[in-house]
């Protein structure tokens, strides 16, 4: 990571979080998925909504959605 000296603390911050998404797109973007958990995550990454998806177990990145059945069997839980 190279880091220019920011001109205030939230312009370095924002800098930060640019490195550290472009870090994780290139570990999400080499994994395999072998395996995957249905979990709550954000609808979006602005939004408080929370959805059900298939996500990584190694990488965290969202690969898909439930089906009806394994729908219903993770909120039974």
Known sequence: MI????????EGLLSTRKEIEKEIEEIQNSCQHSTK????VRERLDSTIMVVRYV???CYLIIGIPNND??????KK
């Open 3 to 10: 880091f220019k000296k920011p001109h205030n603390k939230v």
């Open 37 to 40: 958990s249905i979990k709550y």
């Open 56 to 58: 990584c177990d190694k």
């Open 70 to 75: 394994n729908l219903q069997n993770f909120l």
